[in-house]
């Protein structure tokens, strides 16, 4: 069985602090995947791995129509102090199919930052597709080869599960390492079209609040993000 990569307890109130604040996430990741979404207002949209929704709030406040989905209930908790009512939120382990959902539901899906988490991607990635519409995007944003590669060592093509802490606190998070072929590829063979591929560098408001952070990331790539279509 694959193991539980859900952020519980104590780890879902560190990532929901982490999130909101931090160069990776706040000025790095969610900058880059916003604008790959483009304009959403009016888009259904499914919000896989939603952690603290700070997705979902962005996206709502696009005016976009929000379905976020996570393991965690301690995250699920935090997402909805932070979008009240106004999304759907529900918990839901993405091993697991997205049976909750009718085909061709969603015009778009967000992935941020929980693929690598997942050991039954194909499936997901086969869920993804039945519950986009055809025309349909889906943003994928990941842990970049390079940077794990950097942390960990060994080979660039190392396929295997790491533990990575997380902001330097106590807490570790379970990842897949894999190359840069391996992540594309897997996209590509479950039918999605690529339509960009982006190495998200920090937005300039870092360099103000943290210029050691906005320095290290616009010279070292942390992420990757991608936007696929739904043939
Ligand atoms: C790095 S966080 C990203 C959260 C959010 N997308 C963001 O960018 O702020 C990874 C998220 O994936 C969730 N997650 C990991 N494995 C999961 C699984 N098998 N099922 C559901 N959620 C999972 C975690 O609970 C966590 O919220």
């Given at each position: 069985?694959?193991?539980d990569?859900?952020?519980?307890?104590?780890?879902?109130?560190?990532?929901?602090?982490?999130?909101?604040?931090?160069?990776?996430?706040?000025?790095?990741?969610?900058?880059a995947?916003?604008?790959?979404?483009?304009?959403?207002?009016?888009?259904?949209?499914?919000?896989v791995?939603c952690?603290?929704?700070?997705?979902?709030?962005?996206?709502?406040?696009?005016?976009?129509?929000?379905t976020?989905?996570?393991?965690?209930?301690a995250?699920?908790?935090?997402?909805?102090?932070?979008v009240?009512?106004?999304?759907?939120?529900?918990l839901?382990d993405?091993?697991?199919?997205l049976?909750?959902?009718?085909?061709?539901a969603?015009?778009?899906?967000?992935?941020?930052?929980?693929?690598?988490?997942?050991?039954?991607?194909?499936r997901l990635?086969?869920?993804?597709?039945?519950?986009?519409?055809p025309?349909?995007?889906?943003?994928?944003?990941?842990s970049?080869?390079?940077?794990?590669w950097?942390?960990?060592?060994?080979?660039?093509?190392?396929?295997d599960?790491?533990?990575?802490?997380?902001?330097?606190?106590?807490?570790?998070?379970?990842?897949?390492?894999?190359?840069?072929?391996?992540?594309?590829?897997?996209?590509?063979?479950?039918g999605?079209v690529?339509?960009?591929l982006?190495?998200?560098?920090?937005?300039?408001a870092?360099?103000?609040?943290d210029?050691?952070?906005y320095?290290?990331?616009?010279r070292?790539?942390?992420?990757?993000?991608?936007r696929?279509?739904?043939?």
């Amino acid at each position: 069985m694959p193991g539980d990569t859900a952020y519980h307890d104590a780890l879902g109130d560190r990532f929901a602090a982490h999130a909101e604040t931090s160069p990776y996430n706040a000025f790095t990741d969610r900058p880059a995947m916003l604008a790959l979404a483009g304009d959403v207002a009016g888009a259904r949209v499914l919000d896989v791995g939603c952690g603290a929704g700070h997705y979902a709030a962005e996206l709502l406040a696009r005016g976009a129509e929000v379905t976020g989905v996570d393991g965690s209930a301690a995250l699920l908790r935090h997402a909805r102090a932070r979008v009240g009512g106004r999304a759907a939120l529900r918990l839901h382990d993405l091993e697991e199919p997205l049976d909750f959902a009718e085909d061709a539901a969603f015009d778009g899906a967000v992935c941020a930052l929980v693929y690598h988490h997942v050991t039954r991607r194909a499936r997901l990635l086969a869920e993804l597709r039945r519950v986009l519409r055809p025309g349909g995007w889906l943003l994928v944003s990941t842990s970049h080869p390079a940077a794990d590669w950097r942390h960990f060592g060994g080979s660039y093509y190392s396929e295997d599960w790491v533990e990575l802490p997380l902001g330097g606190g106590p807490h570790a998070i379970r990842l897949r390492r894999m190359p840069l072929e391996t992540f594309l590829g897997e996209l590509l063979d479950a039918g999605f079209v690529l339509e960009r591929l982006v190495e998200p560098r920090p937005v300039a408001a870092l360099r103000e609040v943290d210029p050691a952070a906005y320095d290290k990331l616009t010279r070292f790539p942390a992420f990757l993000a991608v936007r696929l279509r739904r043939p």
